[in-house]
């Protein structure tokens, strides 16, 4: 780390990389990969041209330490109460990461996530407490269960918009709980629960070393919903989809430019649904059952609160959000009903004062940082010429600010020399000899810079002219400024100098 | 529907009947289009004149054709033909160059290498979207890259290189800046620390390509138009070199200081090899002993100062190893490369003058200009059609550019839509007058291109009126109505066929005869006091020097020096044309100034208004005053399709320190113009306030006439707006009376009229 003492206001500068220019710099890849383990880029000091290493993308140091504590807590701290905890996170985070791919990336307000769990659950437990399949085979019907059901629920997809879908989505959930309770062979019986499914973990030799193994499979699962979640959100399908992301006009501009986002929405949605029932299957593979409280609705509301604290539409934020949620539920079970009331206050705080749950807060505050900045930066102006005080460190070229005093000065003296008899002077002749107050205005107007700068547009040459703004854009056309059409080159210049007048007079 | 285009150029600019001309079209949103041949007459259609006059000319080409859009390959580039495929590489390699990059922020560029971007494969050391040096590679599905982690500094230079082994995919990038007081944007005193050294293993390897290796571009290719450069890189690359095995960074900078042969390089391209006495070609060449030459594309600007320029030459001649810069820009064409819509073999017998191919497609019209010039004499009297001067201004778009434009031009810009169009998107290259998009002048142009304003009817946006070439017309169309009998030939010709002014009695220029080779001076010069007759017609002639290579008349070279009305100014040290090995700039300041050979010189421009002539007390001595036979008053044109006067625009003066020949006639001369005239900046020392027109007496235009050996003689107007007055009321007008004057005297064989006058005594009227 850097020796030096950086400071900013009243806090020590984050660390600088250390910049060793004699040494050759190695970049590490994460195995298999092409992704840097850390992402440093160097850039100059604007304020001291001293070269710098800025970590640009410190997620995946954060998911690796992140993850790796949540695997590595349960396990070390050994009681059965923790692991089971963490277990039921970690099914519960990969739920809701596949639910935000459903509500992120494909844009779908579904709520049939359990449902489809459910259907995976008892689909594949049934197989294997009346057939036996194993296993590993509960898992593939898992998959296929809930890829179907996935197909089944996105057919009104394409009809139904927003509400109308959740709704029926969350219909689905309570015919599925009807039907599971009139139905003798998934366990109606004994209210919905359906028990002696093939378990993946068996019994092993102590109950901790059981629920250790179990907590590492949930583990394992959250990282394959994780993998599935990163290949189809950073993928092609992903994409395309943030194309169509967030509004109608999107969504046409997507299918303008060639881009079949209701096909992909519906791939996404697929895929997230057989992953669902995959971890369904899963579900009542490593508790060895299934019960009817996966179709209900406290079950769903507390998911959604989940997402909703950890922030929308981010794995990171399904995962933090389940695993707090969780915690709160289940640690302190002593709370009984008042765990609900803190979950449900935390999911209002974020929906009342974060943009977007906890994930969102890091931008949110930085944005904090910059207005208070301004404001600060803004009451101490009388320090500051002709420029928002704020601007001043974004100018690299600072003759722009010498420049800008001059031209208030100057300005200054220019306004007050505003006369009729100046603009009718103007009118008489707009080009050659002109008075001297005149002829200063003039050179002023003609040498401002490019941007918005007027010129005169020949739609018929002698016959028809109009005012335009030049764009100082390579590739960005002159803008017409008004529908006046004037029928003489003069008419048009002594247009264009009574804007300029204009300006001139509001600046 | 969409907009229908059509647009086009021709293989030559000057064609002798008997020869053949190809015209070469593209069009949009049509595939088909109407070829007519027309002479053209006329060009400016200010209402005080005749308008816009065009006589088709019945020929075996013209009809309907088959049209469709032609692409230009943009940039400048090195492509390196390699046959025998040795650059071909598909296994470890390194290369090395000394680079210097103008705009490294712009986007990916490549530097050097060879990868196609449409096959996803090749190498290529370049630089990253965010003005990192990079190296990639691509193994036909995915590329991988390198990136090094200490930006690129603009304008500096740099010996950047990579050395990749590809049996354990270990690839070290590296670079560290060249930095004297005189070779870069900054000198040492700026704390920059450039060095760096990284080192990463790759995934992907190097698979081959089918593009070609080359400096400055990668392949790329589109079903529409297929293969194309991309990934242009701006900048000067000088020496650079390549290994098939990896080799250590510190083998590599043998490279800067000169140590490489022992280390038997694949190649070693020293682009300060065959520099010759007499200009620089367009090769770069391999001393490394495997003949991998290349050659530029779109003409990359060499003679350019390289890492190890000391500043204590500016003269690539004197010490060419310090002038190993190759300059390369995005945006530079040269040569459309079109296919050819129509071949016209002119007929014998087609009389000389300014032609266009009219093409036509539903509201979609273009002229493609040419020139036609007869095989021999056919007139007493030459037009030489300034087409140097043409090229130079060649798709200018000044006032899209420079912010002061407006203060230089007096006005507001005046633009069409065609303009618009082009700013949006100038893939027919710029103009002398502008700047490539790293901000270097732009010092070649091309005929081989579509030009928006070296057509008829075109209006300068910059200045409000027609200028260069549909302003000359209006002397064709003078001609015309006067009946004489003329012939019409151009810069070119004259550069093509030495003896050309000899065959006529007198030479007419254009308005704006201000780009002019050497040996077009020296033809002239020699033509003159052999007792030719020139009517020099224009104003700001004779002014720069513009070079040729042999056999590519269609590409001009122009380095704007350090003094001169100027769009931009060489860098220092490059002064010195690539083309001809000659100190560019204004002739001026190679003791050549334009009143050496025509009497007056250029002294101010304007572009606000345009005043009349008044005669001055020599115009009334016997020897002159048959000149003025005709005209009432003293004050003559004060008119003109030109700001309504014949003096003005831009204009010349009579200077006797400047080699005015000393027994010149101050015929006429314009006063009273306002401040936007401004003096010549090649006048100023000290700058000071009085240098505007109306406080400066240098402000003026001068009608000159001087007599020369064997019945000799210059007649020169001093200003641009001269030939704009010639159409109005009729033709008949009292410029139109000066000119016939001077044209009737001039076109008779032996002595001039006046001649007799040799005294003071008696001989005023």
């Known amino acids: 780390m850097s020796s030096e003492k950086r400071l900013v206001g009243r806090r020590l500068l984050r660390p600088a990389w250390p910049v060793r220019p004699e040494r050759t710099f190695r970049r590490w890849r994460y195995p298999f990969t092409k992704r840097p383990v850390l992402n440093l880029t160097g850039k100059f000091n604007p304020i001291t041209l001293k070269r710098e290493m800025v970590l640009t993308d410190k997620k995946p140091m954060f998911w690796l330490v992140g993850l790796s504590a949540l695997l590595l807590l349960p396990v070390a701290s050994g009681t059965e109460r923790v692991l089971t905890l963490f277990g039921i996170a970690c099914i519960y985070a990969a739920i809701n990461v596949m639910w935000t791919l459903i509500i992120g990336t494909a844009g779908l307000q579904s709520f049939a996530t359990l449902a489809t769990v459910g259907v995976g659950s008892y689909g594949a437990g049934y197989l294997s407490v009346t057939y036996g399949i194993a296993w590993p085979l509960m898992l593939i019907v898992g998959l296929l269960l809930g890829a179907l059901m996935g197909f089944v629920i996105s057919l009104p997809a394409r009809r139904l918009d927003g509400l109308y879908y959740a709704l029926l989505t969350l219909g689905l959930s309570e015919f599925m709980r009807n039907f599971v309770t009139q139905s003798d062979a998934l366990g109606g019986k004994f209210n919905g629960a359906l028990f002696g499914v093939a378990k993946i973990v068996p019994t092993l030799g102590t109950p901790r070393l059981t629920q250790t193994v179990v907590f590492i499979t949930t583990f394992v699962l959250l990282l394959l919903a994780l993998a599935v979640f990163r290949a189809v959100n950073g993928g092609r399908i992903g994409l395309m989809l943030k194309t169509a992301a967030t509004s109608k006009e999107d969504e046409s501009f997507a299918s303008a430019i060639g881009i079949d986002f209701q096909r992909a929405r519906l791939w996404v949605f697929m895929i997230a649904s057989g992953a669902l029932g995959f971890i369904g299957a899963f579900y009542s593979a490593t508790v060895g059952g299934t019960s009817l409280q996966i179709f209900s609705l406290d079950l769903l509301l507390l998911m959604l609160a989940m997402i909703v604290i950890g922030g929308l539409g981010r794995a990171e934020g399904a995962v933090i959000g389940t695993v707090i949620v969780v915690f709160i539920t289940q640690w302190f079970v002593d709370w009984g009903p008042w765990r609900i009331v803190v979950v449900g206050v935390l999911a209002l705080l974020s929906v009342l004062y974060t943009r977007n749950g906890l994930f969102g807060l890091k931008a949110q505050l930085r944005e904090i940082r910059t207005r208070r900045q301004t404001l600060h930066r803004a009451a101490t102006t009388g320090r500051y010429a002709e420029f928002l005080p704020q601007e001043a460190p974004e100018i690299g070229d600072k003759s722009v600010i010498a420049k800008r005093v001059f031209e208030r000065d100057l300005r200054g003296r220019l306004r007050s020399w505003i006369s009729p008899d100046l603009i009718a002077e103007h009118e008489r002749k707009p080009l050659g000899q002109h008075s001297d107050h005149l002829e200063r205005m003039l050179n002023y107007f003609r040498k401002a810079p490019i941007p918005d700068k007027y010129a005169v547009y020949c739609e018929e040459p002698f016959a028809r002219y109009r005012v335009v703004a030049l764009s100082g854009l390579p590739g960005v056309p002159p803008r017409v400024v008004d529908d006046k059409v004037y029928d003489s080159l003069d008419a048009a210049y002594h247009a264009v100098f009574l804007r300029r007048v204009n300006d001139l007079r509001a600046s | ?174 670079h560290e800046a060249i930095v004297n007081p005189y070779n870069g944007r900054l000198g040492r005193v700026a704390p920059f620390d450039h060095t760096s050294r990284v080192q990463q293993r790759l995934k992907a390897k190097v698979a081959r390509s089918t593009g070609p290796f080359m400096w400055a571009a990668a392949t790329n290719a589109a079903p529409a138009r297929g293969r194309f450069k991309d990934f242009l890189f701006n900048g000067k690359i000088d020496r650079a070199t390549l290994f098939d095995r990896a080799v250590s960074p510190d083998e590599l900078r043998g490279l800067s200081t000169g140590d490489l042969a022992d280390s038997q390089p694949l190649a070693h391209w020293d682009t300060t090899v065959g520099y010759g006495s007499s200009g620089i070609d367009d090769v770069v060449r391999d001393v490394s002993g495997h003949g991998l030459a290349g050659v530029g594309v779109h003409r990359p600007v060499r003679a350019m100062t390289g890492y190890n320029w000391s500043g204590r030459h500016d003269d690539w001649r004197v010490a060419p190893e310090e002038y190993g810069g190759i300059a390369f820009h995005d945006d530079a064409v040269t040569d459309c490369e079109w296919e050819t819509t129509v071949s016209w073999t002119v007929p014998e017998g087609t009389r000389s003058g300014a032609y266009a191919a009219r093409v036509t497609s539903g509201d979609a019209q273009d002229h493609i200009p040419f020139f036609i010039r007869p095989t021999s004499p056919t007139a007493p009297i030459l037009v030489l059609m300034p087409t140097n001067s043409y090229l130079a201004y060649a798709n200018e778009m000044i006032v899209h550019h420079v912010p002061v434009g407006q203060a230089i031009l007096a006005h507001a810009p005046v633009l069409t839509e065609k303009e618009a169009d082009y700013y949006q998107d100038p893939k027919y290259g710029r103009s002398t007058y502008d700047h490539w998009v790293d901000g270097a002048g732009v010092c070649f142009t091309s005929w081989k291109r579509p030009i928006l304003n070296i057509r008829p009817r075109w209006r300068s946006s910059a200045i409000g009126t027609v200028w260069q070439f549909p302003r000359d017309l209006s002397l064709i169309a003078w001609l015309e109505h006067h009946g004489y009998d003329y012939d019409v030939a151009t810069d070119h010709d004259l550069a093509a066929d030495r003896g050309l002014l000899s065959g006529y009695r007198v030479v007419l220029t254009g308005s704006h005869p201000e780009y002019w080779s050497e040996q077009g001076l020296d033809d002239l010069e020699d033509y003159i006091a052999a007792g030719g007759r020139l009517m020099y017609l224009g104003g700001n002639g004779f002014y720069w020097v513009v070079s040729y290579r042999d056999g590519e008349p269609h590409l001009m070279e122009v380095r704007k020096g350090e003094a001169g009305m100027r769009a931009w100014q060489a860098e220092p040290g490059e002064y010195y044309h690539q083309t001809s090995a000659e100190r560019g700039g204004i002739w001026r300041n190679r003791a050549r100034p334009p009143q050496k050979l025509t009497g007056v010189g250029f002294t101010t421009q304007g572009f606000d208004e345009c005043h009349p002539y008044r005669r001055m007390p020599d115009s009334y001595h016997k020897s002159v005053a048959w000149i003025f036979e005709g005209v009432e008053g003293d004050v003559f044109g004060d008119f003109g399709l030109a700001l309504g006067g014949a003096a003005g625009l831009e204009t010349e003066r009579y200077d006797l320190e400047l080699g005015t020949p000393p027994h010149t006639k101050l015929l006429a001369s314009s006063t009273g113009y306002s401040d936007n005239y401004a003096g010549v900046t090649e006048d100023i020392l000290f700058n000071h306030p009085g240098l505007l027109g109306t406080q400066n007496d240098a402000v003026r235009a001068d009608m000159t006439y001087f007599t020369a050996a064997n019945d000799g003689a210059v007649f020169s107007t001093g200003s641009i707006a001269w030939i704009s007055a010639l159409p109005c009321f009729g033709y008949e007008n009292n410029v139109s009376q000066v000119m016939k004057n001077v044209l009737d005297a001039f076109i008779k064989p032996g002595t001039l009229p006046g001649a007799g006058w040799d005294q003071e005594e008696k001989s005023w009227t």
């Not at chain 2, 069009?27 to 816009?52: K, Y």
């Open chain 2, 1 to 174: 529907m969409a907009t229908i285009s059509v647009t086009g150029y021709t293989d030559q600019v000057s064609v002798k009947p008997g020869e053949t001309v190809d015209i070469k079209i593209s069009a949009e949103n049509t595939d088909s289009a109407h070829v007519e041949i027309v002479r053209l007459i006329h060009g400016d259609e200010h209402p005080d004149g005749p308008g816009f006059i065009e006589e088709p000319i019945a020929t075996s080409v013209s009809g309907d054709y088959p049209v469709h859009k032609q692409f230009v390959d943009i940039g400048n580039a090195v492509v390196f033909e390699d046959p025998a495929g040795m650059l071909d590489l598909d296994g470890s390699l390194s290369m090395a160059c000394l680079v210097f990059p103008t705009t490294p922020l712009k986007g990916r560029q490549v530097i050097m290498g060879k990868f196609s971007l449409e096959e996803t494969a090749g190498y290529a050391l370049g630089i990253d979207r965010d003005g990192h040096l990079a190296f990639w590679v691509g193994d036909g599905r995915e590329t991988d890259e390198i990136i090094s982690p200490v930006p690129l500094v603009h304008h500096t230079w740099y010996l950047a290189g990579v050395s990749y082994d590809a049996s354990s995919g270990e690839a070290t990038l590296f």
